[in-house]
């Protein structure tokens, strides 16, 4: 931890202000007590080491504290701390918030509202997360989680590529909603070592984990408050994110045969077989990213087939739907059923507006339909912004 009252009951918070050399001094005059349980505590100063707080190795208090805090969670927080103070917030390092019994990183008053901030480093379980922020919400504070930048989006200096998210990760991926039916998604990290926010957004689905993302950099002199958000993707980000997208669907669709060895329980790979498609000739109003798609963790070929498959079943066209077949269809997969529901409405629009005859997968059209379907996307989204 990094602050401690004095004997005095003085509140210290170590920043990068006070020397080294100076807290070995002091700590020869001074003790230090934790704020929460007022045991005494430990001010440890090494060179390599972040001046820290720490308890003694029998204490009680742990559970409540974050003791082991590693050195990038110290810095991060510093460093954080160190920006709020610069923009002339009042600012509460590790403060403790009696009525709920939790202690934020950071807690920033703006526009008189106290707002807790959270750097995540390390991964903790997902139920832990939902816990804090129920603490929060119930005494009306909405946190900020910012999670540490992942090695590769770090050492990455492209604008868009591809990054598979764990489920943790994901759980971080926030809404920012527009007046638009698209809402614009990102992910706030902050990279210590560099000092610098890494911002993903834009997020695109592609299969499982894996996303097609934009990606920007900012480097933390140059952050406000509220925290900026990326800019509106340009032509060519949105061109990356369509290659990405294009050359995620050629491997799937390529890797899928393989599936064949071990059967035909394959449910895209029957359906194919029935279609007398073969997956690598799917023609391209298939495998399309239309709003809402990650509401499917299988690739967006996978789903848009199988429903294709299923109004088919009925002899009927996407003008002629009518919605409990849609219903049942998203039964068949894991996942929120709401929001699946609203990705096949919307595909479904989308093949309307193709004028899409769903029963002539060997028409083929030279036009490839992702480019023109991304664009759509963000930019109706950020014009209205
Ligand atoms: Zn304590």
């Known amino acids: 931890m990094l602050t401690a009252l004095t004997s005095q009951g003085k509140q210290v918070v170590l920043t990068r202000q006070t020397s080294l050399d100076s807290l070995r001094e002091w700590r020869k005059t001074e003790t230090f007590h934790c704020p929460q349980c007022k045991e005494q505590v430990l001010l440890k100063v090494g060179d390599i080491i972040i001046p820290h707080f720490a308890h ?49 990183d950071l807690l920033v008053t703006w526009q008189n509202q106290q707002v807790p901030i959270e750097f995540q480093c390390s991964t903790i379980p997902i139920a832990l997360i939902l816990e804090r922020n129920a603490g929060y919400h119930s005494i009306n504070m909405q946190p900020i989680w910012i999670l540490l930048t992942p090695p590769k989006i770090q050492d990455s200096s492209a604008c868009v590529l591809t990054h598979r998210f764990s489920q943790f990760q994901q759980h971080f991926i926030r809404p920012i909603h527009s007046s638009t039916k698209e809402t614009l998604t990102i992910l706030l990290t902050y990279n210590p070592q560099k000092q610098q926010f890494h911002y993903v957004s834009h997020f695109i689905h592609l299969r499982g984990t894996s996303f097609a993302i934009c990606h920007s950099v900012m480097r933390i002199k140059h952050q406000t408050i509220p925290f900026a958000i990326p800019a509106a993707p340009s032509t060519t980000d949105i061109e990356g994110l369509t290659r990405h997208y294009q050359s995620a669907r050629r491997k799937y669709l390529r890797s899928v045969i393989g599936y064949n060895q071990r059967g035909i329980h394959h449910r895209f790979l029957r359906a194919c077989y029935e279609m007398r498609v073969q997956p690598i000739q799917l023609p391209a109003w298939i495998g399309v990213p239309t709003f809402r798609q990650e509401a499917f963790s299988e690739s967006d070929c996978e789903w848009q087939l199988l429903l294709v498959a299923a109004i088919r079943q009925t002899r009927r066209t996407p003008f002629q739907l009518d919605r409990s077949l849609i219903r049942t269809f998203v039964k068949t997969f894991e996942g929120d059923s709401t929001l699946q529901l609203e990705a096949c409405e919307h595909y479904m629009d989308f093949l309307r507006e193709q004028r899409i005859d769903i029963y002539r997968l060997d028409i083929f059209i030279g036009r490839d339909f992702t480019l023109e379907v991304l664009s759509g996307r963000f930019l109706a989204m950020h014009a209205r912004n």
């Open 56 to 104: 003694h190795q029998q204490t009680n208090c742990r559970d409540s504290f974050s003791e082991g805090e590693s050195p990038t969670h110290l810095l991060g927080k510093i460093q954080l701390y160190e920006l709020f103070s610069q923009l002339q917030l009042q600012t509460e390092m590790e403060p403790y918030l009696p009525d709920i019994q939790q202690r934020p």
